[in-house]
């Protein structure tokens, strides 16, 4: 059997998944339905896998944060006592996550491996540059993209597919979340 990979996205309209200026996380746009299903998202066993660079992000964040602080969401608390795998060619062990080992090598070959080995379904929140680079070898299963109602012109950061393959996506999935935020989930298939 092999374990199914989601790579999961928080996304501005105009494909940015961060914003610099006065922007708050999530864009200031969320509400308690996508945190109560951020949460239910999370809940299910599965093991995270992140480059080096979000994982770094991910964890000078917690860092800095305290006890019930927007970066302290329980969905983002619970998320890091998931079971993950941090793909690196720099880091090495142990790291400051719960459950977290560092996979040398290749982002390809080792997320091939686990999607093999993995009794549990696999997904990836962030980490751009590795997850364009899964899509274009075939291993991303479902693109789920929530998509926050502003654009980010003029600061937006982290643009997520940039430089990526161009891919056709089947929505398999959709629902609103406090009356203005989408979810969006897709099969993502290479176009030739």
């Keep these: 059997m092999t374990a199914t990979y989601t ?19 999530y864009w200031g ?17 599965q093991r995270m896998v992140f480059g080096a660079n ?11 944060s305290t006890e019930g602080s927007d970066v302290r969401d329980p969905w983002v608390t619970r998320m890091t006592e998931l079971p993950a795998t941090v793909v690196s060619t720099t880091l090495e062990g142990p790291l400051d996550w719960p459950d977290a080992t560092v996979a040398s090598g290749d982002a390809v070959d080792v997320v091939a491996r686990l999607k093999k080995e993995s009794e549990v ?5 962030g ?14 299963d479902r693109v789920q993209v929530t998509l926050f109602p502003v654009i980010t012109g003029q600061t937006g950061a982290d643009p997520i597919f940039q430089g990526a393959a161009d891919f056709d996506l089947e929505l398999i999935e959709s629902r609103t979340l406090d009356g203005h935020i989408q979810e969006l989930i897709y099969r ?5």
């Excluded at 379904?121 to 929140?125: A, E, F, I, K, T």
């Excluded at 980490?127 to 991303?140: D, I, Q, T």
């Excluded at 993502?188 to 030739?192: A, D, E, K, R």
């Design 127 to 140: 980490s751009l540059s590795m997850n364009r680079g899964l899509m274009a070898a075939g291993l991303v």
């Design 54 to 64: 979000t994982y770094r992000a991910f964890a000078r964040m917690l860092a800095s």
């Design 7 to 25: 790579f999961d996205v928080f996304s501005s309209l105009d494909g940015f998944g961060a914003a610099g200026g006065n922007w708050t996380g």
């Design 29 to 45: 746009k969320q509400g308690p339905e996508l945190l109560d299903h951020r949460l239910a998202l999370y809940t299910e066993e």
């Design 188 to 192: 993502p298939t290479l176009h030739v």
């Design 121 to 125: 379904p696999l997904r990836s929140h």
